[in-house]
């Protein structure tokens, strides 16, 4: 066996172990706000809530501040993710403080009793 033949399979190899993580990569676009769903449990009612990065709102006793919501570059109308913290004017704590995903809500939400709040899509200007 030549000298060639023993870096080719070993090249391949190498490249392909590269690949996934080339093809992970997307660029990422800031947009200027976010429009966040809003769901009152107790009274059944489903809101929308458009914040400017930066700017906090009321939903019943919660603040919700937004403070960055970004999106794939190449398409911004796919999976948008949002930096929300949320605190309880009434009880004077925070109660979340994170990323959320619009195309997978569930995975780290806002634990309430009354309210859930989950990202749609960012805006832009």
């Given at each position: 066996?030549?000298?060639?033949?023993?870096?080719?399979?070993?090249?391949?190899?190498?490249?392909?172990?590269?690949?996934?993580?080339?093809?992970?990569?997307?660029?990422?676009?800031?947009?200027?706000?976010?429009?966040?769903?809003?769901?009152?449990?107790?009274?059944?009612?489903?809101?929308?809530?458009?914040?400017?990065?930066?700017?906090?709102?009321?939903?019943?006793?919660?603040?919700?501040?937004?403070?960055?919501?970004?999106?794939?570059?190449?398409?911004?109308?796919s999976n948008a993710y949002a930096h929300i913290e949320i605190r309880d004017t009434r009880e004077g704590?925070?109660?979340?403080?994170?990323?959320?995903?619009?195309?997978?809500?569930?995975?780290?939400?806002?634990?309430?009793?009354?309210?859930?709040?989950?990202?749609?899509?960012?805006?832009?200007?």
């Amino acid at each position: 066996m030549n000298r060639v033949s023993v870096c080719l399979p070993a090249l391949a190899l190498l490249l392909a172990a590269t690949l996934p993580a080339q093809a992970l990569e997307q660029s990422v676009a800031t947009g200027d706000g976010a429009v966040l769903r809003t769901l009152d449990k107790v009274a059944g009612r489903a809101e929308d809530l458009e914040l400017a990065a930066g700017e906090t709102g009321m939903l019943g006793t919660l603040e919700v501040a937004l403070t960055e919501c970004r999106y794939p570059a190449a398409d911004p109308s796919s999976n948008a993710y949002a930096h929300i913290e949320i605190r309880d004017t009434r009880e004077g704590e925070e109660r979340f403080s994170g990323w959320m995903i619009a195309g997978s809500p569930a995975l780290n939400a806002l634990d309430h009793a009354r309210y859930d709040v989950w990202v749609l899509r960012c805006t832009t200007s």
